[in-house]
């Protein structure tokens, strides 16, 4: 059973990415009293009724952020598999008719599902691949593929190993992930133009792949580990128990397994060194699970590292219109076109970090 008051703190920046209003969620939160199955007062309960109520109104969409937010950190037993179910089913209702199709990639050893959008092999364009961390499901990040379709590109949406309908291992073959992916859409996508939008530990992934596989021609991630996460003992011992027990899950192995199961897993200097294409990397200055340790490293070893901090936890979640703008931006910088877009998020992103240096700077009474 997970500790409540860590799901109540960790699940900020995961509803602030689903567009939930600040309002509603700490509403729903004040009913959470449990996490004892789908019962009164538990945590699925409360996000599934709220998921429901959208559903009835007739908007898929938001109700499958809700069931998204109701399996969170992940399925494990009944009432949250349940919520992915519904999740999965309130996600295919919006989808249709929105170009968005189902991509299955067989990993040996476990199978991807992915979404796509914009796969054509007579037309075959550059490729955007997005993927979350330890607790994001495919579904929170698939409505990006409107927007890349808007960018002229096709997209990839993916879940990291052990996740949502990922039913590989997390582990040292994790490597193999990304390459397989870009394998299957090779003859209907530019995979040779690949960007790599991988957030919290499929960061991690995307820079083992740009090392090796020059299809990755940029790297956009958020709060990745990279070396000390998995080698340093003493932060190990300081990991919330909530991320432990997640990576456990995902991994296969029980809580007291995982770093000796991850620590082959880092990337070193050399292997950093051999990534050569840009790499847009936010770090939180105050991240609770993701060492200060990595944005060094890449700093001394990455060449084309352009490295933002935030003073914030893990995932900046007091920065995440920032965030967005950030990603968005970055992006169209890798790609090299849309000069007038890249300038107006340039000045909005400016904007807004004045605006949050302001707030911090502004005494308190």
């Not at 991509?103 to 959008?117: K, S």
């Not at 929170?140 to 379709?149: D, E, K, M, S």
């Not at 499929?202 to 990745?224: K, M, N, Q, W, Y």
């Not at 996460?229 to 919330?240: E, I, K, L, M, N």
């Amino acid at each position: 059973m997970n500790d409540v008051a860590e799901l109540k703190r960790f699940v900020l920046v995961h509803a602030r990415a689903q567009g939930i209003p600040g309002r509603e969620h700490q509403a729903l939160l004040r009913r959470v009293e449990n996490d004892d199955g789908d019962g009164p007062g538990s945590w699925v309960r409360a996000w599934v009724e709220a998921g429901e109520a959208l559903e009835r109104q007739g908007r898929f969409l938001d109700a499958c952020r809700r069931y998204i937010m109701a399996r969170f950190p992940y399925v494990d037993g009944p009432a949250r598999q349940d919520a992915l179910d519904r999740c999965l089913a309130a996600f295919d209702r919006w989808r249709d008719g929105n170009g968005i199709e189902r991509l299955d990639v067989d990993l040996g050893g476990g199978r991807v599902r992915c979404w796509t959008t914009g796969l054509d092999g007579r037309d075959r364009r550059p490729l955007l691949l997005v993927m979350g961390g330890i607790v994001s499901v495919k579904e929170q990040w698939a409505p990006v593929l409107t927007q890349a379709r808007r960018l002229g590109m096709a997209g990839v949406v993916a879940e990291m190993p052990g996740v949502g309908e990922n039913t590989a291992r997390y582990g040292p073959h994790s490597g193999r992930l990304l390459p397989r992916i870009l394998d299957a859409v090779a003859d209907r996508a530019d995979t040779g133009r690949t960007y790599a939008v991988a957030l919290s530990f499929s960061g991690h992934l995307a820079l083992g792949c740009a090392a090796g596989d020059s299809r990755i021609r940029g790297v956009i991630t958020v709060g990745a580990p990279v070396s000390g996460f998995f080698t340093d003992a003493a932060w190990q011992r300081r990991v919330p128990r909530i991320t432990l027990d997640t990576l456990a899950h995902i991994s296969g192995v029980s809580p007291g397994d995982v770093h000796a199961h991850l620590s082959g897993m880092a990337l070193d200097g050399d292997r950093l060194a051999a990534v050569d294409v840009p790499v847009h990397y936010m770090a939180s200055l105050r991240d609770e699970i993701i060492p200060a340790s990595e944005a060094e490293l890449l700093r001394r070893h990455v060449r084309g590292l352009r490295l933002v901090e935030n003073d914030d936890v893990h995932g900046s979640p007091r920065h995440f219109v920032e965030t967005r703008l950030w990603i968005v931006r970055s992006l169209l910088e890798l790609d090299g076109t849309h000069r007038p877009q890249r300038a107006a998020l340039g000045a909005l992103l400016r904007a807004r970090r004045a605006r949050s240096r302001l707030a911090v700077a502004r005494p308190t009474r």
